[in-house]
């Protein structure tokens, strides 16, 4: 296994569903992140964890519950979600240098592709 | 606040044209760096290049060169000899060093090479 690897690749679901995406990096990064890619918008950041530590949730629903249990995975929790929540979930990681050192450009993973029905 | 436009959505060439992409950015902060990632259709984010607000210096790697201009707060990146494979989306991202880890991406330009 190399880089960041996410699963399910797709995943259909219908608003009452609960699912999970989960991310795995083996990069030994201490930083992973959630981003959103929805058609014709910019990537959103959703949630930042630092040494498995969220350090930042960009008003992201609750709808949207993170884990990460350790530096090495991170999951995210889906449960009642809209139609507007489909799209592209992408996770990265990175070396977070600590404020003394920059960090590490962001690796990512394929992404999973997500359709609320 | 800060911000990254592209404002090219999409560009069609034809293979062996050489393209540009146009990136320019807005931050007040003095210690930043600037990215581009390749997105091909399989939809991982590929890493092509980063810089630090320090580092004027262009940059060349094969085919591909990135010109930084701080006097315009833009951040271009050019194919030369453009290729099939090269076709996909590519964005331009920006992170301030203050901020752990967070990626302002631009909306991405599609680039499209015909053979």
């Known amino acids: 296994e190399t880089g960041v690897t996410q699963t399910p690749r797709h995943l259909v679901m219908g608003m009452t569903n609960k699912k999970s995406l989960k991310c795995e990096q083996h990069?030994?990064?201490?930083?992973m992140y959630w981003y959103k890619q929805s058609a014709k918008k910019p990537l959103e950041l959703m949630f930042v964890?630092?040494?498995?530590?969220?350090?930042e949730n960009n008003s992201v629903p609750s709808r949207f519950s993170p884990e990460c249990p350790n530096s090495s995975h991170l999951f995210l929790h889906l449960h009642t979600l809209q139609p507007e929540d489909s799209a592209l979930y992408l996770c990265?990681?990175?070396?977070?240098?600590?404020?003394?050192?920059?960090?590490?450009?962001?690796?990512f993973g394929q992404g999973t592709r997500l359709t609320v029905v | 606040a800060q911000k990254v436009t592209q404002a090219q959505t999409e560009i069609s060439v034809v293979e062996k044209e050489d393209v540009t992409l146009d990136c320019v950015y807005e931050?007040?902060?003095?210690?930043?760096?600037l990215f581009w990632y390749k997105q091909p259709p399989s939809g991982e984010l590929v890493f092509l290049i980063r810089r630090n607000s320090f580092d004027e210096q262009n940059e060349i790697s094969g085919r591909y060169s990135w010109n930084f201009q701080k006097s315009t707060s833009s951040f271009n990146f050019t194919i030369t000899a453009s290729q099939v494979v090269d076709s996909a989306v590519y964005f331009c991202a920006l992170r301030i060093a203050s901020n752990t880890g967070k990626l302002i991406f631009g909306q991405g330009t599609t680039l499209q090479v015909k053979p």
């Open positions: 931050t007040r902060d003095t210690t930043y760096y």
């Open positions: 990069l030994g990064h201490n930083a």
């Open positions: 964890y630092n040494f498995k530590e969220q350090t």
């Open positions: 990265a990681s990175s070396q977070d240098g600590g404020g003394t050192e920059p960090n590490t450009e962001a690796f």
